[in-house]
């Protein structure tokens, strides 16, 4: 059973810089993606930034540039890095993956695309 566990999320002001990971367990699949989406009140779930085991990566328009994504394939560990937070960024982080892909294939950054979930990490960034 694959289980997806956030970890990192917090309180932040503007301009700082919070690091996500997401641990990966009962996976057992050698070609797949993991990603990060985030939800807003009042807002649908919109994907951030995912990355496959090849290496290949996408972000979204609105972090491209302060967030950077990496994938520890040894230890099926996702880490969001985001740097110059904006108040916009507050929102539920979620750590997503997706398995049995083609041979170095990169989803839609979008949350149909994906079918493990984890339960989330809370962001703040206060103004």
């Known amino acids: 059973q694959v289980q997806l566990v956030e970890s990192g999320g917090g309180s932040v002001q503007s301009g700082g810089s919070l690091r996500l990971s997401c641990a990966a367990s009962?996976?057992?699949?050698?070609?797949?993606?993991m990603g990060w989406f985030r939800q807003a009140p009042g807002k649908g779930r919109e994907g951030v930034a995912h990355i496959n085991t090849f290496g290949s990566f996408q972000f979204a328009d609105s972090v491209n540039g302060r967030f950077t994504i990496s994938l520890d394939n040894a230890k099926n560990t996702l880490y969001l890095q985001m740097n110059s937070l904006k108040p916009e960024d507050t929102a539920m982080y979620f750590c997503?993956?997706?398995?049995?892909?083609?041979?170095?294939?990169?989803?839609?950054?979008?949350?149909?695309?994906?079918?493990?979930w984890g339960q989330g990490t809370q962001v703040t960034v206060s103004s």
């Open positions: 009962g996976f057992t699949f050698n070609r797949y993606a």
């Open positions: 997503a993956a997706t398995a049995r892909l083609a041979y170095n294939y990169l989803p839609p950054l979008n949350a149909v695309a994906y079918n493990y």
